[in-house]
């Protein structure tokens, strides 16, 4: 099986050009942060304390996960209902960020990662897919791009849907969240040593997906 393993802060845009870049590939694209984002979804509608990591582990308990791949892509079903859409708010983003830096729910979810990647060729996104989820995977990426360029994209997106956000509400929940992701003890948001960087502060989507697929060529 090949592996390619797409790593980097929210907002640099990896979900779409992960996505288009697996399409033009023939591979599976698999959305590491839903996954987190489902467990932080649980945790919120069973009131459970985020801020009480025992409390969230023995939760754990009750949490069935299962991703399917569709034509449209990813879709992520809790207890069997499909939670897709319901995981994309910015109170589920926090609550995936904080729920992330517990180790019970990174070990809870390790498995199932590993088992996708070890029976289909994949490309998976998230912050630990290269440094530690799969540390043989034959590409690693590191795509990034300014705070700021996120910020400005991320309120694009949100503004599109009907979310009544301002750039700056924005850009400080992506500084908070960048150093929450990168400051953990567990797992952080750090580039492996053998990941390119991609830097995406200047290119669009194209860009960004051609960058991906001319490291991929060389090593297929
Ligand atoms: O990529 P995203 O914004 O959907 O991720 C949601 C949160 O989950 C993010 O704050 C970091 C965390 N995450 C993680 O810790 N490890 C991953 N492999 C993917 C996401």
Known sequence: MFAIAIDGPAGAGKSSAAKAAAKKLGFIYVDTGALYRTIGLYMIRNHIPMEEPEKVAAALAGVQIELGFREDGQ???LGGEDVSEYIRTPEISMAASRVSAIP????????????????NNVLMDGRDIGTVVLPNAQVKIFLTASAEERARRRCLELEQKGEPVTYEEVLADIQKRDYQDSHREIAPLVPAEDAVIVDTSNCDLEGAVEQILQIVYKKL
Do not use: G, I, T
């Open 104 to 119: 019970q729910v990174r070990a809870f979810l390790f498995n199932l990662q590993r088992s996708l990647a070890e029976k």
């Open 75 to 77: 879709h992520v079903f």
